[in-house]
């Protein structure tokens, strides 16, 4: 019986601690392994760089080797590659601890509303396991900042981020066009979401 009583007094008390703002460590968010995936012949001095910079928000970053598009991603009639397609193949060969990050310097593509093949930057489910990028859009001047701030955009969104209405925020929908340059950082609400989500920002 005394033990008995000794089993509920602890755990009268580690719920207690728990409502007084405690840190409840089993429910801490922990920051998932990203999977760098270049694809094609995409260049390997540009896939070291992009890992370089995702590494100083996560430790827990892996470069693969190269692989060929999924054989069914490509888009014959535009000459591209079919973004969805790319995730689904993508999101089967990671663990579930882990996002992957399709990389390219070909054109690719998604449905977006009627129109069946929107050329796009990239594209990432909300939340999703997978997300692809590809700097065939990007500005030649300043293509390696650029292609960084589009692999956040894309992870936020796997992370659960929708877009942002805030014009400087990363999370900022494209509308078509090319803001990068008018992009700076996550805005206050959607790195508190990432923090939460265990990622290391300043």
């Known amino acids: 019986m005394k033990y008995c009583f000794l089993a509920f007094l602890f755990i009268v008390l580690s719920c207690t601690q728990r409502k007084n703002g405690s840190v409840d460590t089993s429910q801490q968010a922990i920051?998932?392994?990203?999977?760098?995936?270049?694809?094609?012949?995409?260049?390997?001095?540009?896939?070291?760089?992009?890992?370089?910079?995702?590494k100083t928000i996560n430790p827990k970053v892996v470069l693969r080797p190269n692989i060929p598009f999924p054989e069914n991603s490509y888009y014959k009639p535009r000459n591209r590659y079919?973004?969805?397609?790319?995730i689904k193949s993508l999101?089967?060969?990671?663990?579930?601890?882990?996002?992957?990050?399709?990389?390219?310097?070909?054109?690719?593509?998604?449905?977006?509303?009627?129109?069946?093949?929107?050329?796009?930057?990239?594209?990432?489910?909300?939340p999703g396991k997978a997300c692809v990028v590809s700097d065939f859009r990007l500005s030649v001047t300043n293509k390696n900042q650029q292609f960084y701030k589009l692999v956040l955009h894309e992870l936020g969104h796997t992370?659960?981020?929708?877009?942002?209405?805030?014009?400087?925020?990363?999370?900022?929908?494209?509308?078509?066009?090319?803001?990068?340059?008018?992009?700076?950082?996550?805005?206050?609400?959607?790195?508190?979401?990432l923090k939460n989500k265990g990622w290391q920002l300043i």
């Open 31 to 54: 920051q998932k392994v990203i999977v760098m995936q270049p694809l094609g012949s995409f260049k390997i001095e540009q896939s070291q760089k992009v890992f370089a910079a995702i």
């Open 82 to 86: 079919r973004a969805d397609s790319i």
């Open 91 to 126: 999101k089967n060969n990671i663990g579930k601890d882990s996002v992957i990050v399709g990389l390219s310097n070909s054109d690719i593509s998604t449905t977006k509303n009627e129109i069946k093949d929107w050329g796009v930057m990239g594209l990432g489910y909300k």
């Open 159 to 193: 992370a659960g981020l929708p877009h942002c209405k805030i014009k400087t925020c990363l999370m900022r929908d494209a509308e078509g066009g090319n803001p990068l340059d008018q992009e700076k950082s996550f805005c206050k609400d959607c790195k508190s979401f």
